[in-house]
């Protein structure tokens, strides 16, 4: 495991064309209760995109985007000066944005393995963070990234959406309330047809794309398409598999459940099984396409479910959810609404799905200083879920796990997958 200050980052980083002084910590400056709330973008491709014009749209500027990519500053820029009225400067590498003081708070949508590098050197910079989900890559990252914005006072809110939404809200307090008996098992799903990726063979970088800033942390490879926009997600080196694309969403729900029953310090489980394949399509995708992962903790069961090849018989009825079964009733909650089937056969009239906006309470925490609704704490313990489940994938048997340490007792082979190596000079900043 190797791991750098903030210093010796940018120090040793003297290959890009635009640094972040190394001798400067900025802090944001403070921001009134009605003021705009001044925002630079890290990764504009999908979700970054999605995140910035939900933040415009909520009364925020964007003043500075940053990506690799020159076609995609191009086209997201576009849509970003019209949703504004205002063009954002554009930079290639993200170090450049983080000692402007006008600049109270960053978006991290980059893919997973860059996550923790930029939140962490964001808080130290005195910016607060939107970081998309899964929040890291290893269990340290996740761990390192929350003492940092706790270090620094820094406002993290983590991509895991649906804490915001009030119909899930709702569906969580109806859990908590014990309405539904002893609860025994929570069930997450997720049923999709992911299509082939084939196998095309290495490639030239595009014209416009700085490759080796992509690449960052993770091992130097040739360019593939197939490892470059979107893909990533399906290879080791960059993602977390489906758990932490798709997964991290349902778990996450069934965690609040959890925490709100037996509180946030009892929310990891103790021991986990993955059961998993590659089995509907022979494309260059590393990441399971079918598994169940069994995570049991002292008094329930939770267990994922993975189909990424069928979705015409979903589970219960619902392409993806999460079920609360208790002893005197079963919760069902998804995107679309919640309901409560009783065990005399009644079913409750579905609460439909309400709205509620995760970038205003974003903004909403960056000026009041209040904690948001996935502070980086929750996100970093739903993140954990998937990172178990991956460890049971790559290690091929059952862990068990110390929720209060966080380690795998009397088991050095599992506990080597806690952190990971960073190729130089892109490497974990600690302080």
């Excluded at 500075?64 to 997201?76: A, P």
């Excluded at 890291?136 to 940092?148: A, F, H, K, N, P």
């Excluded at 929570?186 to 690449?215: E, H």
């Excluded at 065990?343 to 960056?366: I, N, Q, R």
Aim: some cysteine; charged content about 25%; aromatic content about 8%.
């Amino acid at each position: 495991m190797i791991t750098e200050t903030r210093r010796n980052f940018i120090k040793k980083a003297a290959m890009s064309s635009v640094l972040v002084p190394s001798t400067v910590r900025s802090t944001a400056a403070s921001i009134g209760a009605n003021e705009q709330v001044i925002v630079g973008l890290i990764g504009g491709r999908n979700r970054g995109r999605d995140v910035a014009l939900s933040c415009i749209k909520e009364g925020a500027a964007i003043k500075t985007f940053c990506d690799i990519d020159e076609e995609i500053q191009n086209k997201v820029g576009a849509e970003l000066s019209e949703a504004q009225g205002k063009s954002p400067t554009y930079v290639q590498d993200f170090r450049s944005m983080l000692d402007d003081p006008e600049i109270d708070a960053v978006i991290v949508a980059t893919p997973d393995h860059w996550h923790s590098i930029q939140t962490i050197l964001a808080c130290q910079a005195g910016k607060d963070v939107y970081v998309e989900k899964p929040l890291s890559q290893t269990i340290e990252e996740g761990q390192l990234m929350r003492d940092v914005a706790r270090n620094e006072g820094r406002i993290v809110q983590v991509g895991t959406q649906r804490r915001s939404g009030e119909h899930f809200r709702s569906a969580i307090e109806y859990v908590a309330s014990g309405r539904l008996g002893k609860l025994c098992l929570i069930k997450t799903w997720m049923c999709q047809v992911r299509k082939s990726i084939g196998n095309p063979p290495d490639g030239q970088v595009p014209a416009g794309v700085d490759y080796d800033l992509w690449l960052g942390p993770a091992p130097e490879r040739p360019f593939n398409q197939n490892r470059f926009h979107y893909n990533w997600r399906f290879f080791w080196d960059y993602g977390n598999s489906e758990l932490g694309n798709q997964g991290i969403h349902l778990l996450d729900i069934a965690m609040w459940g959890i925490q709100k029953l037996y509180g946030v310090n009892r929310s990891l489980p103790e021991r986990i099984s993955s059961t998993d394949g590659i089995y509907w399509l022979n494309d260059a995708k590393e990441v399971p396409d079918t598994q169940t992962v069994t995570y049991r903790y002292s008094d329930l069961m939770l267990v994922w479910e993975l189909h990424s090849f069928q979705r015409h018989f979903p589970i219960a009825g619902r392409s993806s959810g999460t079920i609360f079964y208790g002893t005197e009733a079963t919760l069902i909650v998804d995107h679309r609404g919640w309901e409560v089937h009783w065990k005399d056969g009644k079913v409750e009239p579905e609460v439909k799905a309400t709205g509620g906006s995760h970038a205003l309470d974003f903004l909403e925490s960056v000026r009041s200083r209040k904690e948001p609704n996935a502070d980086i704490e929750i996100g970093r313990l739903s993140t954990t879920l998937c990172h178990l489940g991956n460890m049971s994938h790559h290690l091929g048997r059952d862990l068990s796990f110390e929720p209060q340490t966080e380690t795998f007792p009397r088991d050095a082979e599992a506990n080597t997958l806690l952190k990971k190596d960073y190729r130089s000079p892109y490497l974990l900043p600690r302080g």
